[in-house]
């Protein structure tokens, strides 16, 4: 009945049966509808698509964090059986790259099992594609890797930022929940009427500006709660890359992005990318630390300089001197302190005996 309606449509329609919708329930709808979700289309990475990762500008970020995965096996002794998961795999550009990496290293590929979190059919088709070597599996929900035998360690690159959010403002000395309603059949920002209790919301913002927005990511928490429980029980280690911020604090950062152009997040539902920064410090307070080690954050740019990034740059500049100038461009998007080497935090959290940052964080 509903096939010729768009998620635009559909969206409109729930609102006006059921009411203004929670901005977690539109972003879930925007990305994972199971016929017209962003994620669940065609692939939205690289130049022709919506964004850019990582991996895509180069091939040293996936070889710096193949690397570190690397040092947390050795670490562990060398399992003759272990697990290495990725959450949000894209293409399969930054697993092929580690893979390359473990290649170089004795038994390592013996042992790799290797398990994406993927539910796009478009993009495991890619992942196929891109990483040879090895078999490949996958899964649709974190807790399928308690399944999973010996140790895990988890990769999850600009993965929480594209979970669902709840946002509030504080207005009139009371916390309201921001929600999405319908003026004229255009989406519009409106206030639940019911004020949240006060004890609901941080210590840390209780004396907030006037029409302060907090925003709440209880998947992503849920998320990271998993997987600190997984690796506690199994041993491992967590690495998690993404844009954010180190302390619980107020602010809009709801963006959406279609075709590398910002764009209004409620106008095109289900074609652009929803993302909201990440807020590291609500992750970490999920883990048990009695269980785990949980470093500090560091930027994007101390961790890849910290695993050999320049002289990775320097070794590929030497071997084909005609990439002098991409490769120099490249290093600068990735740890340059207006590209991404601040904005983008690193979080590693290890099983209790083991040291995530095989170096010392600056």
Request: hydrophobic content about 40%; proline content about 6%; some cysteine.
């Amino acid at each position: 009945m509903n096939d010729h309606l768009s998620l635009s449509d559909l969206i409109n329609v729930q609102i006006k049966a059921q009411g203004p919708m929670s901005l977690s329930t539109y972003m879930n709808l925007c990305l994972t509808h199971p016929t017209l979700g962003y994620y669940r289309k065609a692939d939205p990475l690289g130049r022709q698509g919506d964004f850019i990762t990582a991996p895509e500008i180069s091939q040293m970020f996936g070889e710096m964090l193949g690397v570190w995965v690397a040092q947390i096996w050795q670490q562990m002794d060398k399992p003759k059986k272990f697990t290495l998961a990725e959450l949000g795999p894209g293409r399969g550009t930054l697993m092929a790259d580690m893979v390359r990496i473990f290649q170089g290293v004795p038994d390592m590929m013996d042992a790799l099992s290797i398990q994406l979190l993927e539910t796009n059919p478009v993009l495991k088709q890619a992942q196929v594609d891109a990483i040879k070597g090895t078999p490949l599996n996958w899964v649709e929900e974190i807790h399928q890797l308690a399944d999973i035998e010996g140790p895990l360690i988890v990769v999850a690159n600009e993965f929480f930022d594209a979970l669902p959010i709840k946002q509030f403002q504080y207005t009139n000395g009371n916390w309201f929940e921001r929600v999405i309603g319908l003026k004229d059949d255009d989406r519009v920002w409106g206030l639940s009427p019911t004020p949240m209790p006060t004890d609901a919301f941080p210590a840390k913002i209780a004396k907030p500006e006037e029409n302060a927005i907090w925003e709440m990511a209880y998947p992503a928490q849920k998320n990271m709660e998993e997987l600190g429980a997984l690796v506690a029980e199994k041993t491992g280690a967590i690495l998690a890359i993404d844009y954010g911020y180190a302390e619980t604090q107020t602010g809009d950062t709801l963006q959406a992005l279609e075709k590398h152009k910002m764009v209004d997040p409620l106008a095109h539902p289900g074609a652009a990318d929803l993302t909201s920064h990440v807020d590291f410090e609500a992750l970490s307070e999920t883990l048990d630390r009695d269980k785990l080690n949980i470093c500090p954050l560091i930027s994007q740019k101390d961790f890849l300089k910290a695993m050999g990034i320049e002289m990775r740059a320097q070794a590929i500049m030497d071997h084909i001197p005609d990439a002098r100038q991409k490769v120099e461009n490249d290093l600068e998007r990735l740890i340059g302190d207006k590209q991404m080497g601040q904005l983008f935090k690193v979080q590693a959290i290890g099983s209790k005996n083991m040291v995530p940052y095989p170096f010392e964080a600056s």
